[in-house]
């Protein structure tokens, strides 16, 4: 499977970064053998559609899932349209996101979970997420922010106890 991650580097090790359309780097990874690609993120300075010409490349690329902290709606609707998957929340290192992915910590979300142009604001300015449009689309949305949030819980957790335990 073809994995692309947002990234703020280009290699396993770089940080997720937390934007799609703006994200400095694309890693993208074979998840059965983890030999990657990086490619700098072209659309990162568009004055506008940055996310949809984003969302093109990795289409182009023929990538399979794209993991991002967060996406948003005109990228969201050019990834789906390519039958590509999304996930969103991802955190830490491009290799920890692909590995909460494929352990099933990271779930995949049915809508996108940030404004538009929120890209274009600084990460910690960018709104979490949309204002749902059905009572459905918010139970949707509040459950893959619970099976998120508890996946983060359980990873602080077993950090606590692998410390714990390192003496």
Known sequence: MKICVTATGSDLNAQVDPRFGRCQNFVIVDSDTMVFDAMANEAIAAPGGA??????????????????????????????????????????????????????????????????????????????TVTPQSREEELEELSNLTSRLENELEEVKNKISELKRRG
């Open 51 to 128: 996310g949809i010409q984003a969302a093109q490349a990795m289409v182009n690329k023929g990538v399979d899932v794209v993991i991002s902290g967060n996406i948003g709606p005109n990228a969201f609707q050019v990834l789906s349209t390519a039958s590509v998957k999304v996930a969103t929340g991802a955190y830490g290192t491009v290799q920890e996101a692909i590995m909460m992915y494929k352990s099933g910590k990271l779930a995949e979300t049915g809508t996108s979970t940030a404004p538009a142009h929120a890209g274009m604001q600084q990460p910690s300015q960018a709104a979490p």
